[in-house]
């Protein structure tokens, strides 16, 4: 029987603050809270910059504040919300509204702004916003049916990893830290705000439409996999060539820190016993070091 993320939502909704975790769901849903407040504080900072950069140069933008806000805030929320359906730690913490609600409530604003902006390209006529701002339940429902089949994709990559006896990291990706800054430093060129911001929007839908294509028809590629032979990693950092390891081949492996935004122990340093090290950027890395060590003692 197929999961819906809904009736699950309402149902860990009954006994918020009381269901059960495991540690693996704790360690995952720290990591992405952590994520989701530096993506968002972020945001703030590029906001309060191109204002700040308008307001020197005395211009004005034509796409309100509003519009441009509630599009971030849909795009930044529905990325982890996606993270978090397909890890499978959804709905399962008390905090979670502040992630789904605004994830399910401000990215249709994300697809109606966007729709507008190819309106006023293809200058059409006041009925085109009017049955297209009609339609915003039909965008709400879309984004619900995407979330929800990837909610279920996730259920079924779990359910093949435990019976393949695997456990299995994602590659840390930061990729909306790298669309904030490349938007920081266009803003520093004499360009169009309203240009800027309209083609921002554009992308912002377009990456949300290939993330729910990536996550929801595709089978995200696992860099890192755990089993019983050892440690299968696609690629090291720094675009290292990948391997393999046995955990009897591991003398030691720790956490290093790394500066994004504050310090956080986000790498992970592999010492083998033939002197050899190895150097990874796994999600959820300190879970990822406690199952490495779990099969070296």
């Given at each position: 029987m197929k999961h819906s993320l809904l009736k699950d939502i309402i149902?860990?909704?009954?006994?918020?603050?009381?269901?059960?975790?495991?540690?693996?769901?704790?360690?995952?849903?720290?990591?992405?809270?952590?994520?989701?407040?530096?993506?968002?504080?972020?945001?703030?900072?590029?906001?309060?910059?191109?204002?700040?950069?308008?307001d020197f140069r005395n211009m004005e933008c034509q796409i309100s504040f509003l519009s441009l806000s509630s599009s971030y805030l849909g795009a930044l929320t529905y990325y982890y919300?996606?993270?978090?359906?397909?890890?499978?730690?959804?709905g399962i913490d008390a905090n979670f509204e502040i992630l789904v609600v605004p994830a399910l409530f401000f990215t249709p604003n994300l697809i109606l702004n966007t729709i507008h902006i190819i309106g006023d390209f293809l200058q059409v006529?006041?009925?085109?916003?009017?049955?297209?701002?009609?339609?915003?339940?039909?965008?709400?429902?879309?984004?619900?049916?995407?979330?929800?089949?990837?909610?279920?994709?996730?259920?079924?990559?779990?359910?093949?990893?435990?019976?393949n006896g695997e456990i299995r990291f994602r590659s840390r990706k930061q990729v909306v830290n790298y669309i904030i800054i490349t938007i920081i430093i266009l803003a520093l060129f004499p360009i169009s705000y309203d240009l800027l911001f309209q083609l921002g929007l554009l992308a912002s839908t377009v990456f949300i439409l290939y993330l729910l294509w990536y996550y929801g028809f595709h089978t995200p590629q696992n860099e890192y996999i755990l089993d019983e032979s050892g440690l299968h990693y696609y690629k090291a950092l720094w675009n290292r060539q990948g391997g393999h390891i046995a955990y009897q081949?591991?003398?030691?492996?720790?956490?290093?820190d790394t500066f994004n935004i504050g310090y956080a122990k986000d790498k992970v340093l592999i010492h083998c016993k033939d002197g050899k090290k190895i150097m990874l950027f796994p999600e959820n890395a300190y879970q990822f070091c406690?199952?490495?060590?779990?099969?070296?003692?």
């Open positions: 149902g860990y909704a009954k006994t918020k603050g009381r269901a059960p975790l495991d540690e693996r769901q704790m360690n995952t849903l720290k990591d992405l809270y952590i994520e989701l407040a530096k993506s968002t504080l972020l945001g703030c900072m590029v906001f309060i910059i191109l204002y700040g950069y308008m919300l996606i993270r978090f359906c397909y890890q499978q730690v959804i006529n006041s009925f085109f916003y009017i049955i297209t701002a009609l339609l915003w339940p039909v965008y709400l429902l879309l984004i619900y049916l995407g979330a929800n089949r990837i909610y279920q994709k996730g259920q079924i990559m779990q359910e093949q990893q435990l019976e081949d591991i003398e030691s492996v720790e956490q290093r406690i199952e490495i060590e779990n099969n070296l003692y």
